[in-house]
């Protein structure tokens, strides 16, 4: 997909919804996305810079380069790579609710 200026927005969006995704960066408007900070705390200007920051949002974003000339980057994530955050997620919760449900089942044990 190249999503031009909605690019930021197609990997978030992918990216909270814990699914795969994939985008050809191209256009990289510095002066619309301004806001754009590499970790380094430097602005996005250049292409290079481009693909850094949406590389930087998370660490299993993938890079492949495409068999035809021009911008042919392709960054993804697959959908193995998305479970796993899913996994991750669901196992953190239900982590956290045996830790607030214990103290109630214990309660409600004991008074029966």
Same mark, same amino acid.
């Given at each position: 997909m190249h999503p031009d200026e909605?690019? *930021?927005?197609?990997? *978030?969006?992918?990216?909270? @919804?814990?699914?795969?995704?994939?985008?050809?960066?191209c256009c &990289?408007?510095?002066?619309?996305?301004?806001?754009?900070?590499?970790? @380094?705390g430097v602005g996005v200007v250049g292409y290079t810079g481009l693909l850094r920051y949406l590389r930087e949002e998370d660490?299993?974003?993938?890079?492949?380069?495409?068999p035809f000339e021009g911008r042919?980057?392709?960054?993804?994530?697959t959908?193995?790579?998305?479970? &796993?955050a899913s996994q &991750?997620?669901?196992?953190?919760?239900f982590g956290?609710?045996?830790l607030f449900a214990s103290p109630f089942l214990k309660r409600t044990s004991a008074s029966a």
């Open positions: 909605a690019t *930021d927005s197609v990997v *978030d969006a992918a990216l909270a @919804a814990r699914r795969p995704f994939a985008v050809v960066p &990289v408007f510095p002066r619309l996305f301004q806001e754009r900070r590499l970790h @380094a660490a299993r974003i993938r890079a492949v380069r495409l042919n980057l392709v960054l993804f994530m959908s193995a790579e998305a479970l &796993v &991750v997620l669901c196992g953190l919760l956290l609710l045996g």
